[in-house]
């Protein structure tokens, strides 16, 4: 076959067979869509997505690199490094699909495991970075090879003593529950969700629980919560990578008041005048790229929650 010539749907077929196990098969027959990842020692991790077209398989692969960056090569605000360093509690990194949270979570299991004498266990699906032990024991669960699924790992990972518990992505009703419960009884839990902002996160949270549960998850929510990061990815200034912009909630009293009274719309204007507790509203954060020459002001104006704060910003300056 010459470089560059498209498989066919044969040979697509063919290479599922190689690259899958028999347990990722048979999910894909029955599903006919799986998210999975691959050892490559050139590359690293590879995280690749099937799915059909025309009856046959089709691949989609991301390539996650043999390291994690630093914290200012990411974007990312050194706050967040005091957040990851509580010994428990509830922290969440939220954003749309394709924003970098599961960059940000393994920056964040990489700062733990540089740093803390603890066991940190992870449930993923799938693992897209392989972290080996420094001072900590990093036991790393993959959905399909390590265990049958994202329910039952979430049942036996409180057995298996750990300090920290990496979430890869908080789902459904019963994850969320085990989070809270765990950041309750005495862990750090750190778990992604998608969600575009910080109000919609705990909102998302709340929301899967009606009556008397609800009420419990506010009290729990309330008590637990350490923070929560929203970012995106933006196109830089020259176009050659993308540039994060974030919005950060530091889980202080007012915070806390706000949750337990479920007064969520609340929650904007305390970020907005919580900068000394080193929270960011998304919008201010998105002003100050723009003034930095990082994004362009289309792109701020564009993706801002509030467009007029940003033009009222731009017309100031």
Known sequence: MAAGEPLTGAELDALKEVLLTPEQQAVFARDWELCASLPCPQLGRVRVTLYRREGHPEFCFRFGGEYIPARDDLGLPAK??????????????????GSGKTTTLNYLVDLI??????????????????????RAIVVQQEVLTDTQSFHRALIHVLRQDPDVIVIGEIR???????????????????????????????????????????????????????????????????????????????ANSAVRNVVRENQLHMLDTIIQTGARDGMVLFDACLHDLYCRCLISYDVALNRARHPERIAKRGNAG
């Open 80 to 97: 967040l490094d005091e957040l990851a360093r509580r010994p428990v509690g509830l922290l969440l990194i939220t954003g749309p699909t």
């Open 172 to 250: 459904d009703r019963d994850a969320i529950a085990t989070a809270l419960t765990a950041a309750e009884t005495g862990h750090l839990v750190i778990a992604t969700l998608h969600s575009p902002s910080v109000v919609h996160a705990l909102e998302r949270v709340i929301g899967v629980f009606e009556g008397a549960a609800q009420r419990q998850t506010i009290l729990q929510l309330s008590s637990c919560l350490v923070g929560i990061i929203c970012q995106e990815l933006l196109p830089s200034v020259d176009r050659a990578r993308r540039t994060l912009a974030y919005e950060l909630l530091v």
């Open 113 to 134: 495991n540089a740093e803390r004498r603890c066991k940190i266990v992870t449930i993923e699906d799938p693992i897209e970075f392989v972290h080996r032990h420094k």
